[in-house]
Nanobody, 128 residues
Framework: QVQLAESGGGLVQAGGSLRLSCTAS????????MGWFRQAPGQEREFVSA?????????YADFVKGRFTISRNNANKNTVYLQMNSLKSEDTAVYYC????????????????????WGQGTQVTVSS
């Protein structure tokens, strides 16, 4: 099973930026869509963004559209990124990356149950 490791979280002021990275072990990274989810205290885990296996499609929750950008490097880094700009206090949460269970999936619908491998999470705190 693939192992995922997130990094890049931290404390930032409102309006600032952070770039999260998620590096995957194993050789099957490039055939699976990858996603970012987040969970705030007392809240359910929610979808943030996803990218198809070949990077051809990207999808975002409405609350991050225009502010966050997902990308991936299949060639030599097995890494997916989440660039977060114009951060707001309500973006404070633990952010998780995850690997989709469906090889070569290029659809538009992603839910937590579609993902089988998860990282340990990285804390993002935005101060107002």
């Amino acid at each position: 099973q693939v192992q995922l490791a997130e990094s890049g979280g931290g404390l930032v002021q409102a309006g600032g930026s952070l770039r999260l990275s998620c590096t995957a072990s194993g050789h099957t990274f490039s055939i699976y869509a990858m996603g970012w989810f987040r969970q705030a205290p007392g809240q359910e885990r929610e979808f943030v963004s996803a990218i198809t296996w070949n990077g051809g499609g990207t999808y975002y929750a409405d609350f991050v559209k225009g502010r966050f950008t997902i990308s991936r490097n299949n060639a030599n880094k097995n890494t997916v990124y989440l660039q977060m700009n114009s951060l707001k206090s309500e973006d404070t949460a633990v952010y998780y990356c995850a690997q989709d269970l469906r090889p070569y999936y290029s659809g538009t619908y992603y839910s937590p149950s579609d993902f089988g491998s998860w990282g340990q999470g990285t804390q993002v705190t935005v101060s107002s």
